[in-house]
T-cell receptor, first 115, second 114 residues
Framework: GAVVSQHPSRVICKSGTSVKIECRSLDFQATTMFWYRQFPKQSLMLMAT?????????EQGVEKDKFLINHASLTLSTLTVTSAHPEDSSFYIC???????????FGPGTRLTVL | RKEVEQDPGPFNVPEGATVAFNCTYSNSASQSFFWYRQDCRKEPKLLMS???SGNEDGRFTAQLNRASQYISLLIRDSKLSDSATYLCVVNMGKFSGGYNKLIFGAGTRLAVHP
């Protein structure tokens, strides 16, 4: 149980385009979803947290207009990287928690490369 | 100062060796502590929680010293399959949104060779 999926697993795009990443909880209702970013040889950094039906809470230094987060249902959250630039190239990982547990279950990650 | 600090390694050890990783955290209000394992280009996976009394799971032993704000992980009888990056993770407790915030260390890389 407690499986989280992400799609796509890998995406390559041109600079200036927008990319949408989906995070789904497959077998539980995710009341809270988290979006992290990890640059090579660095730690996971929390970008934002979203509760179903509410606006996301962004960490300091993360541009909310650039990283659009939607958590429209209890099983789906999306992260859209708008007007992507090469410096946005990174490993984006989501996680989710449900009503019954505080444990965060991680998705497999999405590797974004912006050319 | 980073909130969670780890020696980046790499630790290169032969099979069967015992290896120890250390981690320090800066916020004394931290609530709970974990070790995660992350394989190359994969998501982190929970290895074990860390308790003040010390806890063991097979070849893995974790220890927490709240007074020193120090966490350790000991791996005995290393296997090739233990090669990975080990992340020290601190739970900062409930935030206003009702969720627990995790702070990740940058990880310590372990390479076990034959």
């Amino acid at each position: 149980g407690a499986v989280v999926s992400q799609h796509p697993s890998r995406v390559i795009c041109k600079s200036g385009t927008s990319v949408k990443i989906e995070c789904r909880s497959l077998d539980f209702q995710a009341t809270t979803m988290f979006w992290y970013r990890q640059f090579p040889k660095q730690s996971l950094m929390l970008m934002a947290t979203s509760n179903e039906g509410s606006k996301a809470t962004y960490e300091q230094g993360v541009e909310k207009d650039k990283f659009l987060i939607n958590h429209a249902s209890l099983t789906l959250s999306t992260l859209t990287v708008t007007s992507a630039h090469p410096e946005d190239s990174s490993f984006y990982i989501c996680s989710a928690t449900g009503l019954a547990t505080d444990t965060q279950y991680f998705g497999p990650g999405t590797r974004l490369t912006v050319l | 100062r980073k909130e969670v600090e780890q020696d980046p390694g790499p630790f290169n050890v032969p099979e069967g060796a015992t290896v120890a990783f250390n981690c320090t955290y800066s916020n004394s209000a931290s609530q709970s502590f974990f070790w995660y394992r992350q394989d190359c280009r994969k998501e982190p996976k929970l290895l074990m929680s860390v308790y003040s009394s010390g806890n063991e799971d097979g070849r893995f032993t974790a220890q927490l010293n709240r007074a020193s704000q120090y966490i350790s992980l000991l791996i005995r009888d290393s296997k090739l399959s233990d090669s990975a990056t080990y992340l020290c993770v601190v739970n900062m407790g409930k935030f206003s949104g009702g969720y627990n915030k995790l702070i990740f260390g940058a990880g310590t890389r372990l390479a076990v060779h034959p």
